[in-house]
């Protein structure tokens, strides 16, 4: 089992950066890929950027390619996406996204809204 508890969301002005957290239990966070994902009003879940366990690789979605970056710190058991130059678009909760192989759990969201 482990449980994620992501921090750092608010309000920004177009332009601004924000940095989330998520900070997972258990003793084999090394293990898992972690995520970080998104959902505006009216619209599905979308995967925002992916680290593997090792830190090696990452993965983007295009909206967010060039602003956005994930990392992990594996001793510590947190993920952070820092994101920079923030739109109006990137309104939404963001979920920290843990999995391994069949087994997948969500944080309980954190809200950005980025407006002036």
């Known amino acids: 089992q482990v449980q994620l508890v992501e921090s750092g969301g608010g309000l920004v002005q177009p332009g601004g950066s924000l940095r989330l957290s998520c900070a997972a239990s258990?003793?084999?966070?090394?293990?898992?890929?972690m995520a970080w994902y998104r959902q505006a009003p009216g619209k599905q879940r979308d995967m925002v950027a992916t680290i593997i366990s090792t830190g090696g690789v990452t993965y983007y979605a295009d909206s967010v390619k060039g602003r956005f970056t994930i990392s992990r710190d594996n001793a510590k058991n947190t993920v952070t996406l820092q994101m920079n130059s923030l739109e109006p678009e990137d309104t939404a909760v963001y979920y920290c996204h843990a999995r391994r192989g069949s087994n997948e759990y969500w944080g309980q969201g954190t809200q950005v809204t980025v407006s002036s």
């Open positions: 258990g003793n084999i966070f090394s293990l898992y890929t």
